[in-house]
């Protein structure tokens, strides 16, 4: 289809803009959060956040909505596990996020004997932009 004085008459090259446009919108915020992290250590993180830190590759690693990714250090980019393609940038976002604001992995006895390569990120209550699943949803009930 062809432009019209500014506005497009294709609906997929609109979308495509749209979509650009909202992962652009996420570069300030990826910047204030990768500068945030930048000054902590990355055992550090890795102590409040409770993801595994591998020195040998410099790189974060955890398992989300049981999938495995990585966060390479210091650029701070996510990806998936074994992808070389980063992920999007509001996945990006919600990553940095969580690592930034992770206060203390919760411990105890119970978690203790759970190795870490099997524990889950867990998001932390009201983090923006995300709705909660309902109770039932992790049981299938």
């Known amino acids: 289809m062809t432009q019209q004085t500014g506005f497009v008459t294709n609906p997929a090259a609109a979308a495509a803009r749209g979509r650009a446009a909202w992962n652009e919108s996420f570069a300030p915020v990826l910047s204030e959060l990768r500068d945030v992290l930048g000054k902590r250590t990355p055992e550090r993180i890795a102590i409040l956040s409770g993801v595994e830190w591998h020195a040998g590759t410099s790189e974060f690693r955890f398992h989300w909505l049981q999938t495995p990714y990585r966060i390479t250090w210091p650029a701070l980019v996510a990806f998936p596990?074994?992808?070389?393609?980063?992920?999007?940038?509001?996945?990006?976002?919600?990553?940095?996020?969580?690592?930034?604001?992770?206060?203390?992995?919760?411990?105890?006895?119970?978690?203790?004997?759970?190795?870490?390569?099997?524990?889950?990120?867990?998001?932390?209550?009201?983090?923006?932009?995300?709705?909660?699943?309902?109770?039932?949803?992790?049981?299938?009930?």
């Open 81 to 141: 596990a074994d992808d070389s393609t980063p992920c999007p940038a509001n996945t990006q976002g919600l990553f940095l996020y969580y690592l930034a604001t992770a206060r203390r992995h919760a411990s105890g006895p119970a978690l203790d004997r759970v190795p870490r390569t099997a524990r889950r990120l867990a998001l932390p209550a009201g983090v923006p932009g995300l709705h909660r699943p309902c109770a039932g949803a992790a049981t299938g009930r």
